[in-house]
């Protein structure tokens, strides 16, 4: 993929969202209309999202000091000069023109790009003006390094990364293990709303590493992300597709590192409120929702979408608060396949199930184990685990990351960057508590789950 200087920006599509219905339409949809199947807005993927700014960075490579290095992001992911980098971390580059690829060795270990292989939203390598570019994260996650990012002081400090976690709290399950379910929670980019935030830069590693520590131990686990955070009593609104900058290019990052780390990424909401309310603390659906049965169609479908827009294909849709009338549910199994929470046929509101609405089949996980509500609660939630097995319930909880951040702990020996996580902390405890049971969290797979 090719580009010149000039700054390069497609901004997104306008939704076509009412050329296709007439005004008797539109008055049906008011608040209080019912809907059938075939009124519902159809569902459009998002045509090629591509937004380039060129920036300027400070960039600590293993003590060498680059100074402002010009780099480019892509769609919020923060692209570096590959050669310059390349030798910064004390490697080589070289071009095979015959299979397309760059080579890459460092600390001899030798691994091959595809020279700008992107034709969708998620980015690798590109060239700008003749000179390669490649996505931080790939590049540094390939070799084993990761970053530290300094939003205030618009730098990235680049480690070579170490794992010090004693085998023995990294313990992995059978392979006869049962399936299990855990859902991180209100994963949100807010790292920008100083009036108060879980996702800080430094929190973004955080999170990078709670999801580490699970991908070490063998487990999968979902995000429940909002994807356009507001705090309007702030002012502040911060819609990742709109906002190019630093922080949202180290929120892109966690959630790349995430995905690709056993995490399944989908939406929970799309604002998570209304009105005064701040993502995560306000409603958005249910009986009091303000938004009329139309606009309520268009955030489940700019939901998606915004997904789709940084190449992540969302894998459930999460009411706020599970805050849904029977319609509102029904409307959501237009646009997806799993609702993670609970089925609305209360005989079925314990383990995951299935309904059938116009021909479409849409999967409830539910999560009767409920959730952990501090620190205090953890033996709580693990018997409610407990309960939950002798009861013959999926095994199923969510948790907000936020409760662990002060239990991981880093330690750098020159630019090499170990993390901690004590096994008293909330989630080895969980992972502990679930394998002993004869479980692992997984992912959900449909085919398992068919006669249900």
Not at 3 to 20: D, P, T, V
């Amino acid at each position: 993929m090719y580009y010149n200087r000039k700054r390069y920006n497609m901004k997104k599509g306008l939704l076509k969202l009412l050329c296709a219905f007439g005004t008797a339409l539109t008055l049906a949809l008011g608040a209080g209309a019912a809907v059938y199947a075939a009124d519902y807005l159809p569902y459009q993927a998002p045509e090629k999202f591509v937004q380039m700014y060129e920036t300027n960075v400070n960039i600590d490579i293993m003590g060498n000091t680059k100074g402002l290095t010009k780099c480019w992001f892509y769609n919020n992911r923060l692209c570096v000069p590959l050669r310059s980098t390349v030798e910064a971390l004390g490697g080589t580059l070289q071009s095979d023109t015959d299979t397309g690829e760059f080579v890459i060795t460092i600390d001899d270990v030798t691994k091959r790009f595809k020279i700008a292989p992107s034709e969708g939203n998620r980015v690798t390598t590109l060239y700008v003006d003749g000179i390669g570019y490649m996505y931080m994260y790939d590049l540094l996650n390939a070799f084993d390094y990761t970053p530290v990012f300094n939003i205030d002081e618009n730098l990235v400090t680049i480690y070579k990364k170490e794992i010090k976690m004693p085998a023995d709290l990294l313990q992995r399950p059978g392979e006869v293990a049962q399936s299990a379910y855990l859902r991180l929670e209100d994963i949100m980019a807010d790292g920008l709303d100083y009036s108060g935030r879980k996702y800080s830069d430094r929190n973004c590693e955080k999170l990078m590493t709670i999801g580490e520590y699970l991908w070490l131990r063998g487990q999968e686990y979902y995000i429940a992300w909002i994807p356009f955070y507001i705090n309007p009593p702030y002012g502040v609104s911060n819609e990742l597709t709109d906002n190019t900058n630093l922080y949202n290019s180290c929120f892109m990052y966690t959630m790349d590192f995430l995905s690709e780390h056993g995490g399944h990424i989908g939406v929970h909401g799309y604002t998570h409120q209304y009105g005064n309310s701040k993502s995560a603390d306000g409603w958005e659906w249910g009986i009091n929702t303000p938004y009329t049965v139309l606009e309520q169609q268009q955030r489940l479908i700019l939901a998606r979408q915004t997904a789709e827009r940084f190449g992540f294909k969302p894998e459930f849709f999460e009411f706020p608060h599970y805050g849904a009338t029977t319609e509102q549910l029904t409307m959501a199994e237009k646009y997806y396949d799993v609702i993670y929470q609970s089925h609305p046929d209360t005989a079925k509101a314990y383990n995951i199930s299935s309904r059938i609405t116009d021909g479409k089949k849409t999967f409830y996980i539910p999560t009767p184990a409920d959730y952990i509500h501090s620190v205090f609660d953890a033996p709580f939630a693990l018997d409610r685990l407990t309960k939950s097995k002798q009861k013959g319930w999926e095994l199923s909880i969510f948790y907000h990351p936020a409760l662990d951040f002060n239990q991981i702990k880093y330690t750098n020996e020159g630019y090499v960057r170990s993390w901690n996580m004590p096994s008293d902390a909330v989630l080895p405890q969980l992972v502990n508590h679930i394998m002993g049971m004869g479980y692992t969290f997984d992912k959900f797979d449909a085919a398992k789950y068919q006669n249900r």
